[in-house]
């Protein structure tokens, strides 16, 4: 009976679940390799501790490490349903409350080692965390795509710590209500982009959809819809969709750098997004959110179970 300890917490609705122990080892002197060597040799543990029956399609899950750097918290490497992923937003946030639950930090900045680089966060005293984005950009303006049953799509390209493809001109209502045909609409257009072989610098995967639209509540500025890999819609605003999100407007010259944007989620929870100047047409975003820690648990791996490490996708 394998045992993992595990913390769950949610990120303004997003789910995150944080092994603290029970993990693999992984063999690797960078986290990138450490990362390539848990995609190619761990997929069981992997899908195991997200997938149905102990998770659910939602579930970001998270591997905590020690630091490269000694004088950085700790190390992460994120994975969900399908995959192993570069950077989360919300998974960081979540990180940073489930490190204070541990009593590992109290409030103040730390860093955390992540395979596309180190991402810093802020612990505010009222427990809200900022955390600081790896540098964003614009890759792509206004991206003409056929989309099946749907028609012309056209949006921008972006990266944020994950590709996205982030359109606005859509016609859809952005509501759980409408959940069904978002889905629809986003995963054909992630299809149609494989299939027309189109993706983010350095052959880049876009694996993450986004759509936006005027806000409901009126002091947010507007609205997204986020499909992740699989075919999971992000239940928060997004960290990296949200520092997409800013790129593009920096690049448009719609948002200027300090200034705050409020990203309002499909379910109505909110980031507060700002970017600073990154040099060479890069921005460095800030997005600060709430996180709660719901579980300290410990999952049971029974070798005899057909489905101990998950129902695979």
Avoid at 113 to 128: I, S
Wanted: charged content about 20%; aromatic content about 8%; glycine content about 14%.
């Amino acid at each position: 009976m394998r045992r993992v300890r595990v913390i769950d917490s949610h990120t303004e609705g997003e789910p995150t679940r944080v092994v603290i122990s029970g993990a693999p080892e992984l063999q690797g002197s960078t986290l990138g390799e450490q990362a390539q060597v848990f995609r190619e040799m761990h997929n069981g543990f992997r899908s195991g501790v997200v997938c149905e029956p102990r998770g659910a399609d939602a579930v970001v899950g998270a591997l905590l490490l020690p630091a490269t750097d000694p004088s950085h918290a700790a190390g992460v490497i994120f994975f969900n349903n399908v995959g192993v992923l570069g950077m989360c937003g919300h998974g960081t946030i979540g990180i940073v409350r489930t490190l204070q639950y541990l009593g590992r930090i109290e409030a103040g900045k730390v860093t955390l080692d992540t395979p596309v680089g180190p991402v810093g966060a802020t612990l505010h005293q009222d427990g809200r965390v900022t955390v600081e984005n790896v540098p964003s950009y614009r890759y792509r303006q206004g991206v003409s795509i056929q989309v099946p049953g749907f028609g012309e799509v056209i949006g921008d390209i972006a990266y944020g710590g994950n590709w996205f493809f982030a359109a606005k001109a859509h016609g859809l209502d952005l509501t759980l209500a409408n959940l069904e045909q978002l889905t629809r609409f986003t995963s054909s257009i992630r299809e149609s982009l494989e299939r027309e072989g189109i993706t983010g610098e350095n052959n880049g995967h876009i694996d993450h959809i986004e759509l936006f639209g005027a806000a409901e509540a009126p002091q947010n500025n507007s609205r997204n819809f986020v499909l992740c890999p699989g075919l999971s819609y992000d239940r928060s605003p997004c960290g990296t969709g949200t520092s997409a999100k800013l790129a593009c407007l920096a690049a448009d010259g719609s948002l200027q750098p300090g200034e705050i944007w409020r990203q309002e989620s499909v379910i109505g929870s909110v980031f507060e997004g700002s970017y600073q100047p990154g040099g060479n047409g890069k921005v460095l975003p800030s997005i600060t959110g709430r996180a709660y820690v719901t579980a300290d648990s410990e999952l049971l791996f029974d070798a005899e179970d057909p489905f101990a490490e998950g129902i695979r996708q």
